[in-house]
């Protein structure tokens, strides 16, 4: 465990080496353009000049060397003009693996540069999955050309990719897999693999099928390896295996991963046919992407916003819940207004609200995280919905009346108020119940509208406990103080 972190600890540091120095050659690049417009050089004799070669080659061999991997990282780190001068010294052979690793909202920068002969040039040389990842940021003409140069079966593997949607297993398949019959022995297969340029990426098995390409099992290479060479297919290998089917959930396929540990699976049709499989690096995507929408979701982001991109997007990809939340601010400060006159004659009420409200949507969040956790990991269902909402209830009611006694002893040594001590510890109790309330069917709600249960939740649960706390407190101390 030790050494894969140092492994990993060097990586990020030789990436962020990488970026330094990508930054720093830029930055020679720039102050030679601004040499030449002081001194009225004409830009051909600055496209001639050494130092100017000298820059761009340098920069060149950097990136020849970088994995496609870390360049999308760094382009994404780098402002527009600098990364579309990066993109411009990318070999471009090397285009289609790079624009794979970026993401969405920077490859939609960098495919805007591009023309169409580029563009297919480009995913012409990415298997037919790869492609389909792309597909939806390509331009339709581009598609059809693409189709054209493709070879028969990959065009067909490319529309059967595209036919899924992106939360389905089909989209997270692979077509690139090595199949064997079960009648031959382990010769055989050794000879017939030898005969190959290489295995594809994450072989850990090889999928045995018949004449009719239905599954009939699997071999693992290590009991491949290890086995008597004239021992047929049928004797060693097994027919215990996990299957996906190219309809079933994205997530389903993840978590299958998790439980079993799983390098590949197969992906078979409804008569076991096998179509394609799923391999680890695929659903380690798929979650890392899961889990950056979730978080965006979570602040009210409508999707990935570039670091570098315009003001204005930025701005229409921000403004919907920021605008919700002006209308909800605009209500707690209602909420407030019915009470003036309370708040006039007990000023302590104006400075102990915000307690009130801001633990309230901390506890609320807490609830939301753990039920959207729970409807991502599959684990909330109608049968245990409730035993999850009484549990929630009873653990807010426990965590409300604990703060609540602590807030409360903090406003009686402030103000020497018992009464305001029990108002303050009342209406901590109930927020936080109003808290989990919410908390479980805010959620719960949007999964069954079937909208992703994130959505805005965070923002939807401040709102509703930020109003509901001033409308809690200030009530209990017009009724009980006044």
């Known amino acids: 465990m ?49 130092v100017h070669k000298q820059n761009l080659s340098e920069l060149q061999s950097l990136l020849d060397k970088i994995h496609p991997a870390d360049i999308a990282y760094i382009l994404e780190a780098l402002p527009l ?33 591009m023309d169409s002969g580029e563009l297919v040039a480009a995913t012409g040389q990415l298997d037919a999955d790869e492609i389909a990842d792309l597909a939806p940021d390509l331009p339709r003409y581009v ?31 692979d077509f690139d897999m090595v199949t064997i019959r079960e009648d031959v022995t382990l010769e055989v297969v050794l000879r017939y693999l030898r005969s190959l340029d290489g295995l594809p990426d994450h072989t850990d098995q090889l999928f045995v099928v018949d004449r009719d390409e239905k599954l009939k099992g699997v071999l693992p ?20 295996m996990m299957k996906l089917h190219p309809d079933d959930k994205a997530q389903q396929a993840t978590h299958a991963f998790e439980r079993y540990n799983l390098v590949s699976a197969p992906a078979v049709d409804m008569n076991g046919k096998l179509l394609g499989r799923v391999t ?12 950056e929408n979730e978080a965006l979701n979570l602040a009210g982001l409508r999707g990935e916003e570039d670091l570098f991109a315009p003001v204005w997007k930025s701005v229409k990809n921000r403004w919907i819940w920021l605008a919700i939340n002006l209308v909800t601010a605009f209500i707690a400060s209602r909420v407030i207004g019915v009470f003036e006159g309370s708040i006039e004659k007990l000023v302590a009420l104006a400075a102990l609200m915000p307690i009130i409200a801001g633990i ?8 939301i995280t753990m039920i959207v956790r729970a409807l991502a990991l599959g684990q909330l269902n109608v049968s ?99």
Request: proline fraction near 2%; glycine fraction near 6%.
């Open 2 to 50: 030790t050494r894969t972190n140092n492994h990993n600890d060097h990586e990020t540091e030789n990436l962020q080496q990488y970026l330094q120095r990508v930054i720093y050659l830029l930055s020679k690049h720039r102050l030679v353009e601004g040499f030449v417009e002081m001194q009225e050089i004409s830009h051909h004799k600055l496209d001639n000049s050494q």
């Open 81 to 113: 003009k600098d990364r579309l001068m990066i993109w411009d010294l990318v070999k471009v052979e090397r285009d289609g693996e790079i624009l794979l690793e970026t993401s969405d909202a920077v490859r939609e920068t960098l495919i805007a540069t």
């Open 143 to 173: 598609l059809d050309d693409l189709f054209q140069t493709l070879p028969t079966e990959e065009r067909e593997q490319l529309r059967s990719a595209m036919s899924y949607p992106e939360d389905a297993v089909g989209a997270l398949m």
């Open 221 to 240: 290479v290590n009991r491949l390896l290890v086995s008597n060479p004239d021992v047929e297919v049928s004797a060693i290998m097994s027919t215990k």
């Open 280 to 291: 680890v690096n695929a659903v380690m995507d798929f979650i890392r992407e899961e889990s």
């Open 360 to 367: 309230g949507g901390n506890s609320g969040n807490q609830t």
């Open 384 to 482: 245990n919905a409730r035993k999850l909402f009484a549990k929630e209830i009873s653990v807010s009611a426990v965590n409300g009346l604990v703060c609540g006694s602590a807030v409360g002893l903090f406003a009686f040594l402030i103000y020497r108020s018992i009464p305001l001590s029990l108002v303050m510890t009342m209406a901590m109790a109930l927020n936080f119940l109003l808290a989990a309330l919410l908390g479980v069917l805010i959620p719960l709600t949007l999964h069954k509208l079937g909208r992703d249960p994130a959505t805005g939740s965070s923002v939807m649960i401040t709102a509703v406990t930020d109003s509901g706390g001033f409308f809690i407190f200030l009530g209990l101390a017009t009724i009980l103080l006044m």
